[in-house]
């Protein structure tokens, strides 16, 4: 068990941007000593490192200790699978300096899609293939080491036409649709006013890449239709960026700073149908969220759903946090769609979701940013806070999530 026997006590980011001037290496350099300096630890103490190894993280521990300093790592491990990592990371950091293994564990996710390839591109090269210019990505590796490792897993989806996670998740909320009785317009109005509400949130954020674009569910439904019945907003930004945490010790947490986050659970879950880059061979496309799994992570944390003060959800789509509500038992099974339009998801709602404005207006770095919003919202530094907040749940829909309280 690692209830309350680690905490997070240091977060740092960058600026998110669409292109920015900075190679990956250097955003993570800037994020790590940020989230160090949060900390109040020196660089030199950090003694273990955990890389969120999501497509493209090019940034190694290796370059990380040259780069900042480090004399030596006593521990460092990865986690991968995209998404699937998101509670993972906590889970490895949090057990490392639990048992002893390493005292101040620095974990990081940095991002250059400008450099190395939009993960939302469909053709040839493949979701996240190549540069700018169709060349290699960032970090010299030949496309078909990075982009397809498994090359034959794809023949069954993309001579079809399924080539992208946008494309993917359309299917899943056409099926949600199908197997519920939900209209078009069911759907259109539930998935828009996820994207509005987050939003809304990213318009009083002044780190989100949306921060002065608003949205209507006029603008919405406007927009043009990537993937039906998946539109322009319901997909996630692509951008540059990164962001770390530092976990220690409670004890040692509670020395730093008068307000350490405590990590109560964290789980981390795979299923037999998880193929590469997000494209799934078969299974059932309804079930994201192994349900043993959410219910391994309330009784680990020794809290239910009703205590739950705030949701970050991963959310590379708008359908994502839609069935997260389900998936986590906060809403029944077919009903996150009424409960979204009637008693909603933003301030004031029974449970704020995505206070930052999440990847669909804030930024998306594998769900790293919303570790970090769920930080501010307990410590209450939240641009968007919620009040009192004491416990939050970050989590994805496929099983990795962390219950984190101050």
């Given at each position: 068990?690692?209830?309350r ?10 600026a ?9 290496w ?6 790590v ?8 630890v020196?660089v ?38 995209g ?16 048992a002893?293994?390493?005292s101040?564990?620095?974990?990081y996710r940095?991002?250059?899609q ?5 993960f939302?591109?469909a053709?040839?090269r ?11 990505p ?15 897993n ?13 494309q993917l ?10 197997v ?7 759907l ?16 009083g954020n002044?780190?989100a890449m949306?921060?002065?674009?608003t ?7 406007a927009?043009?239709?990537?993937s ?24 040692r947490?509670?020395a730093?700073r008068?307000?350490?986050v405590?990590?109560l ?26 349900p ?11 809290v239910?759903r ?18 997260s509500?389900?998936?986590y038992?906060?809403?029944p ?6 409960y ?12 704020p ?25 307990l410590?209450g530094?939240a641009?968007n ?10 989590g ?11």
């Open positions: 068990m690692i209830r026997a680690a905490a997070i006590v240091g977060i740092g980011q960058t998110y941007g669409k292109a920015l001037p900075s190679s990956a250097e955003l993570a350099l800037e994020a000593l940020a989230a160090c300096a949060d900390a109040g020196d030199a103490e950090v003694d273990g490192m955990c890389r969120f190894t999501a497509p493209f993280e090019t940034v190694t521990e290796a370059q990380l200790v040259r780069g900042l300093g480090i004399r030596e790592l006593s521990w460092f491990t990865q986690a991968a699978h998404g699937e990592a998101l509670g993972a990371v906590v889970l490895h950091a949090a057990a490392a300096v639990s002893g293994l390493a101040t564990v620095v974990v940095a991002l250059s400008s450099r190395g390839g939009r939302g591109r053709d040839g493949g979701p996240g293939g190549g540069g700018p210019d169709g060349g290699q960032e970090g010299g590796q030949p496309e078909g080491d990075i982009v397809v490792p498994e090359q034959d794809l023949s069954f989806a993309w001579p079809f036409g399924l080539m992208s996670p946008g998740f359309a299917l899943w909320a056409r099926r949600y649709a199908a519920h009785g939900l209209s078009d317009e069911d259109t109005v539930a998935l828009g006013t996820i994207a509005v509400t987050q939003r809304r949130y990213a318009n002044p780190d949306m921060r002065s674009r949205m209507s569910l006029d603008d919405y439904r927009a043009r239709v990537i039906e019945p998946l539109r322009l907003f319901d997909l996630c930004l692509e951008n540059d960026g990164a962001c770390a945490f530092v976990v220690t010790t409670a004890d947490a509670r730093l008068p307000d350490p405590y990590v659970s964290a789980t981390q879950t795979i299923s037999p149908y998880r193929e590469p880059m997000g494209i799934y061979a078969g299974g059932e496309l309804l079930e994201l969220f192994p043993a799994a959410a219910d391994r992570l309330f009784a680990q944390a020794g239910g009703a205590d739950i003060d705030v949701a970050e959800f991963y959310d590379a789509t708008s359908y994502m946090p839609l069935r509500l389900e998936s038992g906060f809403v099974d077919g009903r996150a769609w009424r979204v339009t009637e008693q909603g998801t933003g301030p004031g709602s029974p449970l979701v995505n206070t930052h404005g999440g990847h669909l207006s804030e930024a998306y770095l594998h769900g790293m940013n919303g570790i970090l919003e769920a930080v501010r919202q410590r530094t641009a806070q919620v009040p009192d907040a004491e416990v939050a749940l970050v994805a829909p496929a099983g990795s999530a962390t219950i984190l309280a101050r």
